[in-house]
């Protein structure tokens, strides 16, 4: 059965950090591009960054403009897990935050709230 758990979320002031967890199992993993997506109430669901397969050095990743230089994806392919490092938190990140393959093959996982507030 295929399964993505996601944690990590939670309330933090503007500025703060958070480091969102996502496990996978019945999948091969290690040959799936991974990505996390985020929902804001009243908005779509958007793919914030994305980490190609490959080997431990050559993990390319990327991300929307909005996020550059604050957040950071990476994956342990030995744990089927990948993680979101997300820094300098402001408000407009507030959101459900999943992860899913780069093309949301798989069935959503219940996701994790992050909200950013004073």
């Known amino acids: 059965q295929v399964m993505l758990v996601e944690s990590g979320g939670g309330l933090v002031q503007p500025g703060g950090s958070l480091r969102l967890s996502c496990a996978a199992s019945?999948?091969?993993?290690?040959?799936?591009?991974m990505g996390w997506y985020r929902q804001a109430p009243g908005k779509q669901r958007e793919l914030v960054a994305r980490i190609n397969t490959g080997g431990f050095i050559n993990h390319t990743h990327s991300y929307i403009d909005s996020v550059k230089g604050r957040f950071t994806i990476s994956r342990d392919d030995t744990k089927n897990t990948v993680y979101l490092q997300m820094n300098s938190l402001k408000p407009e990140d507030t959101a459900v935050y999943y992860c899913?393959?780069?093309?949301?093959?798989?069935?959503w996982g219940q996701g994790t709230q992050v909200t950013v507030s004073s």
């Open positions: 019945g999948i091969f993993f290690r040959y799936y591009v």
């Open positions: 899913n393959t780069g093309t949301r093959d798989l069935d």
